[in-house]
């Protein structure tokens, strides 16, 4: 947030000087069609992705019915602020064309203006990054966790370390999984792959919302919302999906959907009908992580 700030404040002194001319014609040769509009929201809610995070560590919060809610109403609306100024910064001393052609969008704008003390905005990208990626993997390791726990997904994946109380299996699932998402190395391909999945899954969320509206009436909600929100963004879901493949087919969709089935194949095989033969793969698998990792089940765990 400090660098944010001086960021944002810089850009205010540099529009405050009259740097307009990168506002002029702002949507000059834009290609307008459904599926460009996906693709560029892709690439939009790649950026605020990080508002589903919380969810994941409901159990980990000291009273979320208050806390959750409050945490997205502060949260929300101040990243958004904060991200719409940074880029009207950006645009004070940068075209269209050279932020897309920069590798490091804040290293250019801090080598143009705030130079010699430009060697900060790295430096704090740096601890962004490291922040973002403790924060995701915390979040994203509890995700895979509770999945083992529940049945969603192999037992052994619910394990957690004897030592550090910490559940390494799922965290080392997510670096695999990670692993697989960064093997392209285009960071385009990367955002369309992953918008494109993780959308489906949005969708199918909160269109689980709308179904249980109906067919759990009678379940305790302690946190609620009108139900103009869940189908609203049902619809954007569809869309986010369905278009960027009708308008622009790539493979990437394509491997992405595979990548979804083969979720579906080794559930079915490993967890949901645990054919003899796949418990045979997976029981000295789970011993030997067990042994490796020095992890045991949680009811196991020593108080």
């Known amino acids: 947030m400090i660098i944010v700030t001086i960021i944002i404040v810089s850009g205010i002194v540099l529009l405050a000087q009259g740097k307009t001319d990168n506002f002029k014609d702002f949507f000059?040769?834009?290609?307008?069609?459904?599926?460009?509009?996906?693709?560029?929201f892709y690439n939009g809610l790649w950026a605020?992705?990080?508002?589903?995070?919380?969810?994941?560590?409901?159990?980990?919060?000291?009273?979320?019915?208050?806390?959750?809610?409050?945490?997205i109403i502060i949260g929300i609306p101040l990243v958004t602020v904060c991200y719409v100024l940074i880029n009207v910064a950006y645009f004070t001393v940068m075209s269209s064309t050279?932020?897309?052609?920069?590798?490091?969008?804040?290293?250019?704008?801090?080598?143009?203006?705030?130079?010699?003390?430009a060697w900060?905005?790295?430096?704090?990208?740096?601890?962004?990054?490291l922040g973002s990626a403790n924060g995701t993997c915390f979040t994203a390791g509890r995700l895979v966790y509770v999945a083992g726990r529940e049945g969603h997904m192999l037992k052994v994946l619910s394990y957690i370390n004897v030592k550090r109380l910490t559940p390494a299996p799922a965290l080392m699932f997510y670096g695999v999984i990670t692993i697989i998402y960064i093997i392209p190395g285009d960071i385009d391909t990367l955002i369309n792959y992953f918008s494109f999945a993780v959308w489906i899954f949005y969708g199918l969320t909160v269109f689980a919302l709308i179904v249980m509206r109906f067919t759990r009436k009678?379940?305790?909600?302690?946190?609620?919302?009108?139900?103009?929100?869940?189908?609203?963004?049902?619809?954007v879901a569809i869309i986010l999906v369905l278009a960027p493949i009708?308008?622009?087919?790539?493979?990437?969709?394509?491997?992405?959907?595979l990548f979804i089935l083969s979720g579906l194949?080794?559930?079915?095989?490993?967890?949901?009908?645990?054919?003899?033969?796949?418990?045979?793969?997976?029981k000295p698998i789970t011993m030997h992580l067990q042994m490796l990792l020095e992890v045991v089940p949680e009811e196991e765990v020593p108080e």
């Not at 194949?265 to 997976?282: E, G, P």
Request: with cysteine; glycine share 2%.
């Open 218 to 235: 009678e379940v305790r909600r302690p946190i609620t919302v009108p139900i103009i929100i869940p189908v609203i963004v049902t619809l």
């Open 28 to 40: 000059k040769d834009s290609k307008i069609s459904v599926g460009s509009i996906s693709l560029a």
């Open 265 to 282: 194949i080794a559930y079915l095989l490993f967890v949901h009908l645990k054919f003899s033969w796949a418990q045979k793969i997976s």
């Open 48 to 71: 605020y992705d990080g508002w589903n995070q919380l969810n994941y560590i409901t159990e980990e919060l000291k009273n979320p019915y208050r806390n959750l809610p409050l945490s």
């Open 120 to 129: 900060i905005v790295p430096l704090f990208v740096a601890f962004s990054t």
């Open 246 to 257: 009708i308008t622009t087919p790539e493979l990437a969709y394509l491997y992405c959907a």
């Open 98 to 117: 050279e932020l897309m052609q920069s590798p490091a969008v804040a290293v250019t704008f801090g080598d143009r203006v705030l130079y010699p003390a």
